[in-house]
């Protein structure tokens, strides 16, 4: 079992974001059996404000020679001054069934519940191959595209509900140019199928230094772009994180 203890200078950029990158969320392992981390977090502050902050996380993988199930899940609350600045549920769970060595099947099922983002609730069911088109010790790229079933609720009054068919497709890269680095970018492009119109497009860059054997600092850009966005939060979205991890 391999546990990850992240220290976080701003929140990380999936806790809120519309398009969670699966990519990024991968436990990179050659070895066979159960891999993933669990934590939580609580903090209470009352001075001139009162600070209010749960969070709850699990990440498990699962691996044989030919299947990989992923498991994430992730609940986050954070008040302060008496307004809700965070309140996210989200989970998703993913089954990968390696075909070849440059072809993937992948299934996955994906609930969300942001009231900030104007989500009351949004569930995802979708199928799709995803493609290694390079893989060497110090660059790999991938690339996926998924058909997928999307229900979603808005924080409305009354209620608006969307049932629709959208298209998933990405390309991420991995660039490693030493041991003690690592460069990840992904595109995401979601469109409806029936009105290219709805889309949303997503790019996210992320970098991870090695400070020492088991401690790197990490960084990323998240830039979300959503052409028909839930209630009435903006089309653009954009959060920078970084933090430290402790690895053993």
């Given at each position: 079992?391999?546990?990850?203890?992240?220290?976080?200078?701003?929140?990380?950029?999936?806790?809120?974001?519309?398009?969670?990158?699966?990519?990024?969320?991968?436990?990179?392992?050659?070895?066979?059996?159960?891999?993933?981390?669990?934590?939580?977090?609580?903090?209470?502050?009352?001075?001139?404000?009162?600070?209010?902050?749960?969070?709850?996380?699990?990440?498990v993988?699962?691996?044989?020679?030919?299947?990989?199930?992923?498991?994430?899940?992730?609940?986050?609350?954070?008040?302060?001054?008496?307004?809700?600045?965070?309140?996210?549920?989200?989970?998703?769970?993913?089954?990968?069934?390696?075909?070849?060595?440059?072809l993937?099947?992948?299934?996955?099922?994906?609930?969300?519940?942001?009231?900030?983002?104007?989500?009351?609730?949004?569930?995802l069911?979708?199928?799709?191959?995803?493609?290694?088109?390079?893989?060497?010790?110090?660059?790999?790229?991938?690339?996926?595209?998924?058909?997928?079933?999307?229900?979603?609720?808005?924080?409305?009054?009354?209620?608006?509900?969307?049932?629709?068919?959208?298209?998933?497709?990405?390309?991420?890269?991995?660039?490693?140019?030493?041991?003690?680095?690592?460069?990840?970018?992904?595109?995401?492009?979601?469109?409806l199928?029936?009105?290219?119109?709805?889309?949303?497009?997503?790019?996210?860059?992320?970098?991870?230094?090695?400070?020492?054997?088991?401690?790197?600092?990490?960084?990323?850009?998240?830039?979300?772009?959503?052409?028909?966005?839930?209630?009435l939060t903006?089309?653009?979205?954009?959060?920078?994180?970084?933090?430290?991890?402790?690895?053993?």
């Open positions: 079992m391999r546990f990850i203890f992240l220290v976080c200078f701003f929140f990380p950029c999936f806790l809120s974001a519309q398009i969670v990158n699966i990519e990024t969320q991968r436990l990179q392992s050659d070895t066979t059996g159960w891999l993933g981390s669990l934590g939580s977090n609580f903090l209470f502050e009352k001075n001139a404000v009162e600070v209010l902050n749960i969070n709850l996380n699990a990440h993988e699962y691996k044989t020679k030919k299947s990989l199930y992923l498991f994430l899940a992730n609940y986050n609350l954070l008040r302060g001054s008496g307004q809700t600045l965070s309140n996210n549920l989200f989970y998703h769970l993913r089954y990968n069934y390696k075909i070849n060595k440059w993937r099947w992948e299934v996955f099922t994906q609930l969300q519940e942001n009231s900030v983002t104007g989500i009351d609730l949004r569930f069911a979708g199928i799709g191959p995803r493609f290694k088109l390079s893989g060497t010790k110090t660059f790999a790229l991938y690339t996926a595209t998924a058909t997928m079933y999307e229900y979603e609720k808005e924080t409305t009054t009354p209620p608006i509900y969307h049932r629709n068919i959208r298209s998933s497709s990405y390309v991420t890269a991995t660039y490693k140019p030493s041991a003690n680095a690592e460069f990840v970018g992904t595109v995401f492009y979601q469109p199928y029936n009105n290219f119109n709805d889309y949303r497009i997503l790019n996210e860059l992320s970098a991870k230094f090695k400070i020492r054997k088991h401690l790197s600092f990490t960084a990323a850009w998240y830039y979300l772009y959503d052409n028909k966005p839930a209630a903006p089309k653009l979205n954009y959060s920078i994180s970084n933090g430290i991890e402790y690895d053993f």
